[in-house]
């Protein structure tokens, strides 16, 4: 049991260490920085400690003059960690996107990495949380980015769907029931707010389970898509289905870390 412990605090402290020297990186100035490392701290202590409204928005400045809001809530951070520091998102093809959409969007996070990494001028950003959805409204909206956000959830067909929160913001799903109903919208639906056959450069998927039964079938969608890049969760789909359902619409698969040791797993249109 001690031993467990100990390497569950090693564990934390490397975590802690990891996030404080990207922050650093990240970070504009010494009061963002200030704000980062003491938010690091704090999300994990609101784990076992009430500390004031977990909803109230925090922001910092991040180099290249973008303003990033979060709240003191643990998904946030790991969100900024993975995203800005790690870089999760990377592409490992050469694709400058200019129109994303962004399944799963959390609190707008990607959505602006990608504006701001490969100058994106379009996002459909899809959030079934309402409190989620408010902060990718405010990241959005203060740096400027041209963006249409869908407080829904993505499906194989339009309707309504049971959501079940999580205690971190990026741990939200789809359920058989409980949780409270939402609104649920299909690619095709999306897709439907370009302009008539426009392409979408790159789908960016993390819906927590919710790839499987939007992969399995009507896939037509896939055609107005040139690359997706997804985290995929495979103790609840079936992995190497999924894999075999995109790569059968003339895409392909480039694994996880090919463009670095955190990225997701890819996949690109064949020419």
């Given at each position: 049991?001690i031993?467990?412990?100990?390497?569950?605090?090693?564990?934390?402290?490397?975590?802690?260490?990891?996030?404080?020297?990207?922050?650093?990186?990240?970070?504009?100035?010494?009061?963002?920085?200030?704000?980062?490392?003491?938010?690091?701290?704090?999300?994990?202590?609101?784990?076992?400690?009430?500390?004031?409204?977990?909803?109230?928005?925090?922001?910092?400045?991040?180099?290249?003059?973008?303003?990033?809001?979060?709240?003191?809530?643990?998904?946030?951070?790991?969100?900024?960690?993975?995203?800005?520091i790690?870089?999760?998102?990377?592409?490992?093809?050469?694709?400058?996107?200019?129109?994303?959409v962004?399944?799963?969007?959390n609190?707008?996070?990607?959505?602006l990495?990608?504006?701001?990494?490969?100058?994106?001028?379009?996002?459909?950003?899809?959030?079934?949380?309402?409190?989620?959805?408010?902060?990718?409204?405010?990241?959005?909206?203060?740096?400027?980015?041209?963006?249409q956000?869908?407080?829904?959830?993505?499906?194989?067909?339009?309707?309504?769907?049971?959501?079940?929160?999580?205690?971190?913001?990026?741990?939200?799903?789809?359920?058989?029931?409980?949780?409270?109903?939402?609104?649920?919208?299909?690619?095709?639906?999306?897709?439907g707010?370009?302009?008539?056959?426009?392409?979408v450069?790159?789908?960016k998927?993390?819906?927590?389970?919710?790839?499987?039964?939007?992969?399995k079938?009507?896939?037509?969608?896939?055609?107005?898509?040139?690359?997706?890049?997804?985290?995929?969760?495979?103790e609840?789909?079936?992995?190497?289905?999924?894999?075999?359902?995109?790569?059968?619409?003339?895409?392909?698969?480039?694994?996880?870390?090919?463009?670095?040791?955190?990225?997701?797993?890819?996949?690109?249109?064949?020419?």
């Amino acid at each position: 049991m001690i031993l467990k412990q100990l390497t569950r605090l090693r564990q934390m402290a490397a975590g802690v260490a990891h996030e404080l020297r990207g922050g650093l990186a990240l970070t504009a100035d010494p009061l963002s920085f200030l704000r980062f490392a003491s938010d690091v701290f704090l999300s994990r202590l609101t784990r076992v400690v009430a500390l004031g409204d977990r909803e109230r928005p925090h922001t910092i400045r991040v180099r290249g003059g973008i303003q990033l809001h979060y709240r003191l809530n643990r998904g946030d951070m790991q969100s900024i960690r993975e995203v800005w520091i790690d870089e999760c998102y990377r592409l490992p093809f050469a694709l400058q996107p200019e129109r994303v959409v962004d399944l799963g969007a959390n609190i707008g996070l990607t959505s602006l990495w990608f504006a701001h990494r490969y100058g994106a001028k379009t996002v459909i950003a899809v959030e079934p949380s309402p409190a989620n959805a408010r902060i990718v409204r405010m990241n959005l909206e203060s740096n400027n980015i041209n963006a249409q956000v869908v407080e829904a959830a993505v499906g194989a067909r339009d309707g309504t769907a049971y959501f079940q929160d999580g205690v971190d913001s990026n741990l939200g799903h789809l359920a058989t029931s409980g949780g409270r109903e939402v609104p649920v919208v299909s690619m095709e639906t999306l897709l439907g707010r370009l302009p008539s056959g426009a392409e979408v450069d790159v789908v960016k998927m993390d819906i927590e389970g919710g790839e499987g039964p939007l992969l399995k079938e009507n896939l037509a969608w896939l055609r107005r898509v040139r690359s997706l890049i997804a985290e995929f969760h495979p103790e609840v789909i079936d992995y190497p289905a999924v894999i075999r359902s995109i790569e059968s619409q003339g895409f392909r698969y480039i694994p996880a870390h090919s463009a670095g040791p955190d990225s997701m797993d890819a996949f690109v249109r064949e020419t």
